[in-house]
């Protein structure tokens, strides 16, 4: 599987500018606010492969961050490295828009939630008439804080939301402003969702790779023909670094403050040296495996 996936980049040279090309093309259509036709031009596939890889080097910042790794690769080599880098960027892009609309699939009560609770504060401080309903039971079904909750009784509480969050929309001296502050409110939780879903799909991915990794770990013992396997005390381990790891990136995130009331410092999801040493600590407490002699 490993090897099929990355066939379609062991192609010739020529092919290999092409295929960055039409990248770019995407891009530039898809993120045309980040990504402007005129790199395009820099990325003529009927330029010298050199010249493309030092245009692309040079204005595109997230391959500017593999010059090191480019320097020791041949020609091929660095551009196979760069359609790479472009598709996962491209795809980036069209798996926000993905899960941008999945979260409001998703969550679309959570949401209409939110849009309840101010609009009721609104209703109570400032609409002569106050609130027609109960809207701390009708807050709670539509954020799941309520327990043996009713499909039927969720769409009702929604109905009874939106007819009140009607109520501050159409008011003559409310509504707008409430209307604007909404849009800018989810506005804001999208930006900060692309802005962080790189991060946090790798943080899932890794976790994924990782729990797959120790379910078939054993098979590899197998194979190897191993004397001891992951023990549960094991297993355990792993998996509290993996969460350790996720948890340590969204407190970054958040900006939560660690246990000394020190700030962190944003760094986002890199394997420092740090981080490498924190997680592989289970390793060196995990029972030593000894080939069957």
């Avoid at 010298?48 to 020609?75: A, C, M, T």
């Avoid at 929604?158 to 009140?164: G, K, V």
Wanted: hydrophobic share 35%.
């Amino acid at each position: 599987m490993y090897k099929k996936f990355f066939a379609g980049y062991f192609v010739p040279e020529q092919q290999l500018k092409e295929k960055i090309y039409e990248t770019l093309e995407k891009l530039t259509f898809s993120s045309p606010e980040e990504w402007s036709k005129d790199i395009l031009e820099y990325a003529n596939p009927q330029k010298p492969s050199e010249e493309i890889l030092r245009n692309l080097i040079e204005h595109i910042p997230q391959i500017n961050g593999k010059q090191e790794i480019f320097n020791v690769l041949e020609i091929d080599e660095c551009l196979r490295q760069i359609s790479i880098t472009l598709d996962s960027l491209l795809e980036e892009i069209y798996l926000g828009d993905l899960l941008i609309n999945e979260l409001y699939r998703t969550f679309t009560n959570q949401f209409l939630g939110v849009r309840y609770f101010i609009a009721s504060i609104i209703i109570s401080k400032k609409l002569t008439d106050g609130l027609q309903y109960d809207s701390d039971k009708i807050y709670a079904y539509l954020t799941d804080r309520a327990l043996n909750i009713s499909p039927k009784d969720i769409f009702v509480a929604a109905r009874l939301a939106e007819e009140e969050i009607g109520r501050v929309a159409s008011d003559k001296n409310e509504g707008q402003s409430f209307e604007k502050f909404i849009y800018d409110f989810e506005s804001s939780i999208e930006n900060d969702i692309r802005k962080n879903l790189a991060e946090i799909i790798k943080e899932s991915l890794f976790r994924a790779y990782s729990e797959a990794f120790l379910k078939n770990v054993n098979l590899v013992n197998e194979f190897l023909q191993l004397d001891e396997t992951l023990t549960n005390k094991g297993l355990k381990e792993w998996s509290e670094s993996i969460l350790k790891v996720i948890k340590e990136n969204t407190n970054l995130r958040l900006e939560i403050k660690d246990g000394r009331g020190g700030a962190r410092e944003r760094k986002g999801f890199t394997w420092d040296d740090e981080k490498k040493v924190e997680f592989y600590k289970a390793v060196e407490s995990l029972p030593k495996m000894r080939i069957k002699g």
